[in-house]
């Protein structure tokens, strides 16, 4: 079992930056691998990107690749997602989820854990 708690959402410009952080609690962190998501209202929730359990092998989707970053701080039981050059599509509320197997994986239903979500919202 393991709990997770995103925060760092918030309101910005297109063009800004934040960095959303995800702290867990539970058992081992460094035993699971994390994803990132999305749901924009009136959408499904969708892949953003996930890192394995060193943050070694990192996988985004292409909507979001070369702007976002994952990275994982296995010491302080943290997964952050650094969202640069933001664009208003991007507006939705985010959540982190831990996946029990290890691998790092793209599909939601794989994910066993899972935070409240964060809202990002960008404006033009």
């Known amino acids: 079992q393991v709990t997770l708690v995103e925060s760092g959402g918030g309101s910005v410009q297109a063009g800004g930056s934040l960095r959303l952080s995800c702290a867990a609690s539970g058992r081992t962190f460094s035993s699971y691998a994390m994803g990132w998501f999305r749901q924009a209202p009136g959408k499904e929730r969708e892949f953003v990107g996930t890192?394995?359990?060193?943050?070694?092998?990192?996988y985004y989707a292409d909507s979001v690749k070369g702007r976002f970053t994952i990275s994982r701080d296995n010491a302080r039981n943290t997964v952050y997602l650094q969202m640069n050059s933001l664009k208003p599509e991007d507006t939705a509320v985010y959540y982190c989820a831990a996946r029990a197997v290890g691998a790092p994986s793209g599909v939601t239903n794989e994910y066993a854990y899972w935070g409240q979500g964060t809202q990002v919202t960008v404006s033009s």
């Open positions: 890192t394995s359990r060193s943050g070694g092998t990192l």
